[in-house]
């Protein structure tokens, strides 16, 4: 488990630095603000940014840990 947490630290400070990384994610969050606000239109600015940031962030962690566990599991199996 501690090998799985480094791997994905490490993975995600390598993207972090790149600005498409920041460009791809930007856009991402703003499409989800423009949806949100189309499905309720009666919340504020600061609930609706609230609710678009968290959702992406769940979303992206889940991503971030199903894409390394794979990556994972490719290295350990056997070359044949």
């Not at 947490?5 to 490490?10: D, Q």
């Not at 400070?13 to 423009?34: E, G």
């Not at 609710?51 to 971030?64: N, R």
Request: no cysteine; glycine share 2%; aromatic share 12%.
């Amino acid at each position: 488990m501690e090998n799985f947490i480094t791997y994905v630290k490490k993975d995600l400070k390598l993207k972090i630095l790149k600005p498409d990384f920041w460009i791809t994610h930007l856009i991402i969050v703003a499409i989800s603000y423009v949806s949100f606000k189309k499905a309720f239109p009666d919340l504020s600015p600061i609930l609706l940014m609230s609710i678009t940031l968290g959702t992406y962030i769940v979303i992206a962690i889940i991503l971030q840990i199903i894409k390394t566990y794979f990556k994972i599991k490719k290295d350990e199996s056997p070359i044949e």
